[in-house]
Nanobody
Framework: VQVVESGGASVQAGGSLILSCTGS????????MGWFRHVPGQEREFLSF???????TYADSVKGRFTISKDNDKNTLYLQIDSLKSADTAIYYC???????????????????????WGQGTQVTVSS
């Protein structure tokens, strides 16, 4: 199982960015997928989750600005970030976890310990 993020960039505050995460080595559509971010010196922060059927959850801190989606045909997870702020500067990670019951992921997961597989991260830097 491998997940690889891309799309990180240096951008101006107020702009938008779409991060991608491509999965391989597993049945992408069945897995739980999540986005997290990490600022050095702070704990890794949950951002968003998407389940097998497209059910989504968001951290309260990013609701309304972040949008998670996926394309099962392309084995790709996305995170759109709008109205970027300097506080969004971080390394962004996607994470994957196999389904537990019935072969499909339905229960939302927001704790990083609930995810088995992680990408290497992609840097987002927002300047004001």
């Amino acid at each position: 199982v491998q997940v690889v993020e891309s799309g990180g960039a240096s951008v101006q505050a107020g702009g938008s960015l779409i991060l991608s995460c491509t999965g391989s080595g597993y049945t992408f559509s069945r897995y739980c997928m999540g986005w997290f971010r990490h600022v050095p010196g702070q704990e890794r922060e949950f951002l968003s989750f998407i389940g097998s059927t497209g059910t989504t959850t968001y951290a309260d801190s990013v609701k309304g600005r972040f949008t998670i989606s996926k394309d099962n045909d392309k084995n790709t997870l996305y995170l759109q970030i709008d109205s970027l702020k300097s506080a969004d500067t971080a390394i962004y990670y996607c994470a994957a976890d196999p389904p537990r019951l019935g072969g499909w992921c339905s229960a939302p997961r927001s704790d990083q310990t609930e995810y088995q597989y992680w990408g290497q991260g992609t840097q987002v830097t927002v300047s004001s």
